[in-house]
């Protein structure tokens, strides 16, 4: 594991509140009361891809957590399964102590990563982030990819909910890690959804098994300190998603561009 000499010995969660995998791990330090000091990064100004970041994760991801004794651990489901190995109030969000109950979260949390959150964070960077932020023409390819996107997400989706417990949590009464998981990509699709005038990015609307569940999360006040967090930051992350961020990613994506183009066979 990688560590980072900690002079202040402080819990440190990097990231910015828009992105669902930040909001996990932040979740997850909640629940189980563990302290922590945000530090925001904003991929929108290319912080994620500066040196300083990259020291802590070579991914360029976000979120990243630095705990008192230096260590450094990023990827948001890592962290959770971290937080539950190492301290007695984040144990249940993971059982890990029993390999059996351990299997049946990792069973849902891993279709959740491959079928769901993976393919549906690629659906919001085609379909919306490329064409409507970074000013790419890809229209009509964003909008098949978007049909596309709906179908499989809609279907996996379905699998899961129709085979989960949900009462009203995925596993039962308590929330485990997969709820969380679930939880801000839910929330990720009703933000975006908003932001980009693209309704069908709410899974949740209508949806009568998801609809009872997101209101379960609701309830929880961890989920009621994580929105407000949320909220407060929404407008600078709107500013430098719509004001800054094709300036900054554009010598990042130039490579892409030239190959999407050369792909569609019309400039992108
Ligand atoms: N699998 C990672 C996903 C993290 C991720 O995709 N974070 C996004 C924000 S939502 C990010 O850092 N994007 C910046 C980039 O890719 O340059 C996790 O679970 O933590």
Known sequence: MQTQSNENGERTLYGFW??????????????????YRY??????????????????????KVPCLEEPDG?????????????????????????CADPVA??????????LTFSVSGPFINWILVSAYWPKVLGAKTESESEIFNSWSLLLTKMNLGRLTQSASLSP????????LPDFHLFHIL???????????????DLVKGDPLLEPFYQAMLTRPSTA??????????????RELFEDFARTQAPLIAPANQMLAAMFGHPV
């Open 18 to 35: 828009l992105s669902p995998f930040v909001s996990i791990a932040a979740h997850l330090l909640t629940e189980a009361g563990l302290p």
């Open 39 to 60: 530090q925001r990064i904003s991929p929108f100004l290319g912080e994620n891809v500066a040196a300083e970041y990259l020291s802590r994760n070579a991914f360029g």
């Open 71 to 95: 260590a450094v651990i990023s990827e948001s489901q890592t962290i959770g399964r971290y937080l539950s190995r190492r301290y007695e109030s984040a144990a249940s969000i993971y059982p």
């Open 102 to 111: 351990c299997a049946e979260v990792d069973r849902i949390n891993d279709f």
């Open 169 to 176: 949590y995925l596993l039962g009464a308590a929330p485990t």
């Open 187 to 201: 929330e990720a699709g009703i933000t975006t959804a908003k932001l980009f005038d693209m309704p069908q990015l």
């Open 225 to 238: 300190e994580i929105l407000a967090a949320k909220t407060a930051e929404q407008p600078l992350n709107e």
